[in-house]
């Protein structure tokens, strides 16, 4: 694999090792201790690398065969706006998790869940670097008023909360956000980066392969600690329960969805070349995906309830306890966890706002619904303000004076574009004006 | 039903395939060993992960491969492509499953520069050294020595 290093230039860079100060504070702690849990692993470095050798081509879309573009004036108004918004949306995520990961890192029970997660957010912040890269190397002049280096400044400074619109927060409660945020939002991310490495701007497409080297690792991040916890559940340990899981999950993964944008979205990035996929495809395969992370999940956990029994034993009880939701050696199917409908805890895309519960039932009043939801996620959580907002909503869209297209917009936007206030200790999500995301929704 | 070559699709290997790799495991060794493949997959997921490769037939695994290119270990100063830990599912043996997988793990050490491959046999299993041997590996002078502690 040949790639290219590259810094940003002197004062850029230093002040995104100043930002990292502020918000990794345990980075020095990772880097002493990197050769006790990653032996022989290259030690992270704060650069850029940019594949050498890709495709030539434009690989999808109406100029599909035409030589990749290399300049942004080269790609014509309407796509540079595009792409600059999801370079701008994807730089602020990256730096956007690091601010939510800070908040709960310390409460990890394990030193290497500890470590893992800090090393993830080493890389998140490198994956911010890599973003403005972007727009420092190349020259955005023709299609924007900002400069590269007001771009840059305008992202890094996102923590001043000086941007910031409609801003709302989605806290980390607990630990075990950090990692089902790994697993389940950092899977998003991989898509999103599998779906840029055939960009049809040769800069972002030799962007995304490290990076999606390093999402490899996020993900794993997530998984592993999951389903060890999933083994300690079922031998009774009191920290962490099958519930538990299943009510972050419940949490996360109705935002996951939403991060694919519209379900009928997501032409225009596909006929510009800049990704291979709809939407909605996108969001159908992620969405399966996740269920066999918990199917997984519930294997473990049955073969550590009942360690006597043999693989085959194993499966035909799952399928049993599944299909029969009967208990079956002290095993019920509530012990399990179960991915909830595509529908359920909208707020943005196709049932934004439907009163759809976990299993796809349908809701009239929403004192049920409201009931419903409580039941289903967890508790810290439901006392939250991104909790409160949403239900605040949907109390007017039931009412009928807001319509659920208008309540969509009120809610923050899917891709973050806003930091964190430092007093708040709270990452916004805030919709601001010329959002990619916009451009895509409704049907494109 | 065998599978066919063209059935068989190769893709990086993904911590959700944890479940179907501990399987194959448990098919082939009789032992359910989750934690270990959890923390091998994660070791190799770190170092390289797209030298950690799967089959699939019709969406299910039925295949894995691991390994990683290294340089300056034994003396070898070369970077060689090290092919270190693999397994098909029992029941989709000889349909060109571990064929493929090497296919497509050779083919990612080339883009890495490696211009040798490598990988370590016990002779007494004699499944895996003549699928090495059909794939055009040969036996090398290189011996591994162990004493016990
Ligand atoms: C060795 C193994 C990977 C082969 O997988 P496979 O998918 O059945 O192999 P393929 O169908 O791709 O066969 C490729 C070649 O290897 C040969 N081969 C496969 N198994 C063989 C065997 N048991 N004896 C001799 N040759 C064999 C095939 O004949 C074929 O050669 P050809 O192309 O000249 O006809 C598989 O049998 C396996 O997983 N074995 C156990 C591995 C193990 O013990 N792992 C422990 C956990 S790490
Ligand atoms: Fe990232
Ligand atoms: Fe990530």
């Known amino acids: 694999m040949r790639t290219r290093e590259a810094r940003l230039p002197g004062n850029y860079h230093d002040a995104v090792v100043k930002w990292r100060d502020t918000f990794i504070p345990d980075y020095d702690f990772l880097m002493d201790n990197w050769e006790k849990h990653f032996p022989k692993e290259p030690r992270f470095k704060l650069c850029a690398f940019r594949e050498l050798g890709i495709c030539n081509e434009i690989e999808c879309g109406d100029d599909v065969g035409k030589p990749k573009i290399t300049c942004p004036s080269d790609l014509g108004p309407d796509r540079a706006r595009h792409l600059l918004g999801a370079i701008r949306a994807q730089a602020s995520t990256e730096f956007g998790s690091i601010q939510q990961h800070r908040l709960t890192l310390a409460r990890a029970q394990e030193e290497t869940d500890q470590v893992w997660v800090l090393r993830m957010m080493a890389e998140e912040l490198r994956h911010g670097y890599q973003m403005l890269h972007l727009l420092l190397e190349d020259d955005w002049s023709s299609v924007s008023d900002q400069t590269g280096p007001d771009l840059v400044e305008e992202i890094l400074s996102m923590q001043t909360g000086s941007h910031v619109l409609g801003a709302f927060n989605i806290d980390f409660d607990s630990f075990v956000d950090n990692i089902v945020f790994c697993a389940l939002i950092d899977r998003v991310g991989k898509y999103q980066l599998a779906m840029q490495r055939v960009s049809a701007y040769k800069p972002m497409a030799e962007s995304m392969p490290k990076m999606l080297r390093e999402e490899a690792f996020h993900l794993a991040t997530g998984v592993v600690p999951m389903r060890r916890w999933a083994t300690e559940a079922a031998e009774g340990d009191v920290y962490i329960s099958m519930e538990m899981l299943q009510k972050a999950i419940n949490k996360w993964l109705p935002r996951g969805l939403e991060m694919f944008g519209d379900e009928r979205g997501g032409g225009s990035n596909v006929r510009m070349g800049f990704k291979p996929m709809k939407n909605a495809e996108a969001q159908d395969q992620y969405r399966a995906e996740v269920g066999k992370l918990v199917d997984d999940l519930n294997m473990r956990y049955l073969r550590a309830r009942l360690p006597e029994l043999g693989r085959n034993e194993a499966d035909k009880l799952m399928e049993e306890i599944e299909t029969e939701r009967s208990t079956r050696h002290g095993v019920g199917w509530e012990d399990l966890i179960h991915l909830s409908h595509p529908h359920f805890f909208r707020r943005r895309g196709v049932p934004a706002f439907t009163m759809v519960g976990f299993e796809g039932e349908t809701f009239e009043a929403l004192d049920d619904y409201t009931a419903h939801l409580r039941r289903h996620l967890p508790e810290s959580y439901l006392a939250g303000r991104d909790f409160r907002d949403y239900l605040e909503t949907l109390k007017q869209v039931a009412a009928g004076e807001l319509s659920a297209v208008d309540a969509s917009r009120r809610m923050p936007s899917l891709r973050r574009v806003g930091g964190s206030c430092p007093c708040s200790r709270s990452v916004r999500w805030v919709s601001e004006e010329p959002l990619p995301a916009a451009a895509d929704q409704p049907a494109s | ?149």
């Open chain 2, 1 to 149: 039903m065998q599978a066919t070559t063209t059935d068989v699709q190769i893709r990086q290997l993904d911590t959700v395939d944890l479940g179907a790799v501990t399987t194959i495991d448990e098919k082939i060794t009789g032992r359910y060993r989750p934690d270990e493949w959890e923390r091998r997959v994660g070791y190799y997921l770190r170092r390289d992960p797209d030298a950690a490769l799967v089959a699939e037939v019709d969406s299910e695994v039925v295949g894995f491969m691991l390994g990683e290119v290294r340089s300056g270990e034994f003396g070898l100063e070369e970077p060689t492509g090290w092919i270190e830990v693999l397994g098909v599912d029992p029941d989709r043996r000889g349909g060109a499953i571990g064929q493929r997988l090497a296919e497509a793990l050779l083919d990612h050490f080339r883009v890495e520069g490696a211009t040798t491959v490598r990988t370590l046999v016990d002779e007494t299993m004699e499944d895996i050294a003549g699928f090495f041997s059909s794939l055009g590996f040969e036996p090398a002078p290189l011996r591994p020595f162990v004493k016990a502690l």
